[in-house]
Nanobody
């Protein structure tokens, strides 16, 4: 059983930056692909990006070029660096873990979820 805890959310102005962290415990972190999702009020949870066990990354078009995912297997942590933030990035951000070596793009492909951290971007 893997436990995930997100941190780093907050309120920033448009154009600003934030770095989210997701600390994992209870499993062998390096064996898991990790993903970031977000959910705004009244909307479905949507894919933001993912990092494979090997370190390869893939992003949603809406964040490509602005967001970067990285992982530190020694610290059992995955990061989401967010730059040039826009009001439409406002959402609760969740990290998730999945077994397997390929990219995961959908909610159903992930086995474990954190509780989320709120990100609010003011215009």
């Amino acid at each position: 059983q893997v436990q995930l805890v997100e941190s780093g959310g907050g309120l920033v102005q448009a154009g600003g930056s934030l770095r989210l962290s997701c600390a994992a415990s209870g499993g062998t972190f390096s064996n898991y692909g990790m993903g970031w999702f977000r959910q705004a009020p009244g909307k479905e949870r949507e894919f933001v990006g993912t990092i494979k066990r090997s370190g390869g990354t893939y992003y949603a078009d809406s964040v490509k070029g602005r967001f970067t995912i990285s992982r530190d297997n020694a610290k059992n942590t995955v990061y989401l660096e967010m730059n040039n933030l826009k009001p439409e990035d406002t959402a609760k951000y969740y990290c998730a873990a999945r077994q397997g070596m390929f990219y995961g793009y959908t909610v159903g492909q992930y086995d474990y979820w954190g509780q989320g951290t709120q990100v609010t971007i003011s215009s």
